[in-house]
């Protein structure tokens, strides 16, 4: 190939490029620094809405009972959250006493996303009574699972004898 022919090559998709990038650049806003993107698990859910659909506030997470809390984030419809939440609910069946449970619909309460740094559903949050994270899940998780990693950080915070 002669050098006069690359030159043209190499000039040509150099306007491609840089036509393709000023496309997308000003068809696709940049995400603003410090925004929690929440990244939904299963192909059939849609992302939540950029206002609160609730009027009721989002519950309060610790729940204030004195407890550790298992928190599911979920949003309904999804196969991957059911499932997670019937082991939630197996899970604190097992350790009532010892622990809170709560569902939250990211759905109904966006704000959760940014405030529990939310990036798929289900995630699963295990929070001391004092507010401070203990343990963390992302994803579909079985009730082995979560009834072996929430017991290992209850354990660990002394709040439940092992």
Not at 13 to 22: D, L, P, S, Y
Not at 42 to 67: F, H, R, V, W, Y
Not at 128 to 139: A, D, N, V
Request: charged share 20%.
């Amino acid at each position: 190939m002669r050098p006069v022919y690359t030159l043209t090559l190499v000039g040509v998709a150099a306007v491609v490029a840089a036509g393709t990038i000023w496309y997308y650049a000003t068809r696709y806003p940049s995400i603003p620094e410090g925004a929690t993107l929440l990244r939904l698990s299963c192909a059939d859910c849609s992302p939540p809405a950029s206002q609160a659909n609730s009027k009721e506030p989002m519950p309060a997470i610790p729940t204030g009972s004195g407890l550790p809390c298992l928190v599911q984030f979920e949003v309904p419809g999804s196969a991957e959250c059911e499932s997670a939440g019937e082991a939630l609910e197996a899970t604190g069946s097992k350790l009532e006493g010892a622990l809170d449970t709560l569902r939250i619909d990211a759905e109904e309460f966006p704000q959760a996303g940014t405030e529990w740094r939310l990036h798929i559903v289900p995630t699963h949050v295990l929070v001391s009574p004092e507010g401070e994270e203990l343990w963390r899940h992302e994803g579909a998780i079985t009730e082995d699972e979560l009834l072996e990693g929430v017991s290992g950080a209850v354990d660990a915070s002394g709040s439940v004898e092992s």
